[in-house]
């Protein structure tokens, strides 16, 4: 046991008896070398850390896009088109000069990582691979691609249809329509944090994978138009965007963005893309963000719900009664004071009792604006619709609809647009508070319920469009392009 002590300690005494024998330049040159390597070492761990931020970032960002985005369709019973019919449907006039391709990131199983282990493919069509390894594929030719596989060894892949009617099925994914397909070009990308997939295709074939994830394909075409017009217009917008840059795309397949390939396409849905085709809504010559949601509850908002500096002039609140028959458009919920402080202590761990919840503000759509809670540790006010949302959310808790049916509470509030009542046990203690609340989602723009009630009374998608967008007029996505892309 004392040996490699009294090493240690020769081998120190000699290390000493170097070090003085040094001249200045051997001397300066060695401490640089140490200045460097530690140097390197913040780097390395500060890179570590922005990685680890990056990936909380992004996850905070699905979630706070689902409170703008969110939808619920479990009422709809779209029936998909065969192959064959689908695509008999889907011939679109080919303009490759005008028409703008967009490029789609495709995230894992319930959206949870950008970032996938392991890809399966299967192929229906004639499909080229360029990579490491050159390879064709046929109908019914199946893959599975793995991190560290011989394809990606370059550290990236393109798989190339032979026409615009072929199609890739992800067999490794889980979607609400099952395993979802994909026209047009599919890239795979492979680096330190796992593989990502990149779908390229053109924008009208795109809005066809939207619409019918964002509204059932079973509303009337009118309804439907509109849509197509709005999820054309937001896509517009994105091909500008760098967000995703790294990515090597400009939207992803979720709520954060759009909702894309979701549910399957359907005639009535591709009817309503081609109809509409190249349409989008300008403000001043410019695409607008044309923002929808699922159920007013009588009025919608200005954007004000998000805190912005200033509100977008073709964002308007308007009273809204078409969706009034919808489930949603009334509800409430008695939300415990044991939730109220577990989505407390989410933002504020140091927090130990709730001691009264107050509505301070309202928007002029009616919007809670401001929240305030007393604490143990002082007063904790809230301004954004997520925020006020996320901290009285009903997890766990019956939701009693308008209709009388029930649905089970999770992670935000059904809208902000809500009263509430303190309820107190015979002691007086705080049990929690009776909101009683209208609409299903944000709450800004168009209402797709609405807008499906206005279809059925015979507006047409441009009186829907002009009803919920202040001012705005009807432009080609094709010379909004050129503009930008002379």
């Known amino acids: ?24 330049k051997e001397k300066l040159k060695w401490k640089l070398l140490i200045i460097l390597i530690a140097l390197i070492g913040i780097l390395i761990v500060w890179c570590a850390g922005k990685a680890g931020e990056r990936k909380a970032v992004t996850e905070k960002e699905i979630l706070r896009a689902y409170a703008q985005k969110e939808n619920e369709w479990a009422s709809a ?7 064959t019919e689908l695509q008999q449907k889907t011939e679109i006039t080919d303009e490759v000069l005008e ?42 030719d199946k893959i599975t691609l793995k991190t560290g596989c011989q394809e990606l060894a370059n550290g990236s892949l393109m798989l190339l249809p032979e026409n615009a009617e072929c ?126 949601f699922s159920t007013s509850h009588g009025k919608t908002s200005t954007d004000e719900v998000w805190e912005t500096s200033s509100p977008s002039p073709y964002l308007k609140s308007v009273d809204c009664t078409y969706d009034s028959k919808e489930p949603w458009y009334q509800w409430e919920v008695l939300v415990s004071e044991e939730n109220i402080l577990k989505n407390v202590q989410d933002l504020f761990p140091e927090v130990n009792q709730i001691e009264n919840v107050e509505i301070m503000e309202k928007g002029e759509g009616e919007a809670v604006l401001h929240l305030k809670i007393e604490t143990d540790q002082g007063e904790k006010s809230f301004y954004s619709e997520y925020d006020i949302r996320s901290v009285l959310a009903p997890v766990g808790g019956e939701i009693i609809r308008q209709d009388g049916s029930s649905v089970k509470g999770g992670k935000l509030l059904p809208s902000a647009y809500f009263t509430m009542e303190k309820q107190t046990d015979n002691a007086g203690t705080l049990i929690g508070y009776q909101i009683k609340g209208g609409g299903y989602g944000h709450g800004v723009g168009m209402s797709q319920n609405g807008a499906k009630g206005m279809a059925d009374v015979g507006k047409t998608y441009q009186e829907i469009l002009s009803y919920f967008y202040n001012e705005v007029e009807m432009g080609k996505v094709q010379d909004i392009v050129k503009k930008e892309n002379p």
Request: with cysteine; charged share 25%.
């Open 167 to 292: 199609r890739i099925t992800i067999t490794s994914l889980k979607r609400g329509q099952g395993a979802p397909s994909y026209k047009g070009n599919l890239e795979i990308y492979e680096d330190d944090n796992g593989m990502h997939v990149v779908n390229e295709l053109p924008l009208e074939d795109y809005i066809c994978g939207v619409v019918p994830s964002e509204m059932p394909a079973s509303y009337p075409k009118e309804a439907l138009k509109a849509q197509a017009v709005c999820a054309r217009t937001y896509a517009c917008v994105q091909l500008k965007g760098k967000k995703l840059e790294q990515l090597h795309g400009q939207v992803d397949d979720s709520v954060s963005y759009q909702v894309y390939q979701n549910t399957e396409e359907s005639a009535a849905s591709n009817e309503a893309v081609l109809e509409t085709k190249g349409e989008i809504l300008l403000k001043d010559g410019k695409p607008i963000q044309a923002y929808y």
């Open 99 to 140: 028409e703008p391709s967009i490029r789609v990131v495709l995230m894992t199983n319930d959206y949870e990582s950008y970032y996938h282990s392991e890809i399966s493919l299967e192929f229906y069509g004639n499909y080229e691979m360029n990579g490491a390894v050159q390879q064709k594929f046929s109908s019914g």
């Open 1 to 24: 046991m004392r040996q490699p002590s009294l090493f240690l300690f020769c081998m120190k005494k000699e290390e000493k008896a170097y070090i003085r024998s040094m001249n200045w």
């Open 77 to 83: 019973d779209t029936e998909p088109l065969k192959q």
